[in-house]
């Protein structure tokens, strides 16, 4: 069986790439970049262009997209590009796309993009499983948690995070890669539910720093929706690593 991992140089890639030395699966790789680890067959393809992408596809059985840019031509990239890549899978035996919990209530452009590619999936002849995850513990530290101004970490510290392993997620994505297509399957969400707040506490804790949480209120439907935990699903506790236990290790 060969597997096409999509995005193999993004934080969500590169993490299946690393899992897939314990696997049976033949690999290929796809990206824009080329990946740090070229111990893998890896091919340049664009999903803006489709360049690149009729070779992506040819011989694999498998694909894990894990290609986005939630960013920079999001449109294109998420829901044409996906497009284009299915047009060029239609033998494909399982497409496995990574979505995120609370898309479809959350009014973010690139959430309602990747609500689109869902629903473009499954109206797809394309067998699939589409797998909803909470935010990487990595991602919101980095988004957040990364930067102090004047030793403060000026945040709306009120919003709540059910931040999941980036690595629990690559893991349960290659074991439904062997299972049948489910279509939407369960959600994958992190172990706890804390505010952002105390998200930032542990931070300045674990790390001994001299940082203080400056919380701040946003305005808005956006900030409302991260303030009521529509990103976080509190009957998926599936990922076992805290938000401590990252912070520890990393
Ligand atoms: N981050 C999170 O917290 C989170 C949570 C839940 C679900 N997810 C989902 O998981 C998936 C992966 O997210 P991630 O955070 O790992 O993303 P990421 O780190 O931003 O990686 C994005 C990947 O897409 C590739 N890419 C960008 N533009 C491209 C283009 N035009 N053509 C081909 N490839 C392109 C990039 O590689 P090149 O630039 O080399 O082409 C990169 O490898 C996404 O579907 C995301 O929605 C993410």
Redesign the pocket.
């Known amino acids: 069986m060969k597997i096409l991992v999509?995005?193999?140089?993004?934080?969500?890639?590169k993490t299946i790439t690393n899992h897939l030395k314990d696997s049976e699966y033949e690999v290929k790789l796809?990206?824009?970049?080329k990946p740090e680890d070229m111990s893998y067959e890896w091919v340049y393809?664009?999903?803006?262009t489709g360049d690149g992408l009729e070779e992506a596809v040819r011989d694999v059985d498998v694909i894990i997209?894990?290609?986005?840019?939630?960013v920079k031509?999001s449109e294109l990239?998420e829901v044409s590009?996906l497009e284009r890549l299915l047009s060029r899978a239609q033998n494909i035996q399982h497409f496995i796309?990574?979505?995120?919990v609370g898309i479809d209530q959350i009014p973010y452009k690139y959430y309602k993009l990747?609500y689109k590619a869902e629903a473009l999936l499954e109206n797809s002849s394309v067998p699939h499983t589409i797998v909803?995850?909470?935010?990487?513990h990595g991602?919101?530290e980095k988004l957040f948690l990364s930067k102090p101004l004047f030793k403060r970490y000026v945040i709306p510290g009120s919003i709540k995070f059910q931040s999941v392993d980036?690595k629990e997620?690559a893991k349960h994505l290659l074991e439904l890669s062997k299972e049948e297509p489910q279509g939407r399957t369960d959600d994958f969400g992190g172990p706890d539910i804390v505010t952002l707040s105390e998200m930032a506490e542990m931070k300045i804790k674990i790390n001994n720093e001299k940082n203080k949480v400056m919380n701040v209120s946003l305005p808005g439907k956006l900030y409302k929706s991260f303030l009521e935990g529509e990103n976080t699903n509190s009957s998926q506790k599936t990922g076992k690593t805290t938000f401590e236990e990252y912070l520890r290790n990393n």
């Open positions: 999509t995005g193999s140089t993004g934080q969500l890639g796809t990206s824009r970049r393809s664009d999903l803006l997209h894990a290609a986005t840019s939630p031509n990239i590009g796309y990574p979505s995120i990747k909803r995850a909470t935010q990487f991602f919101v980036v997620f």
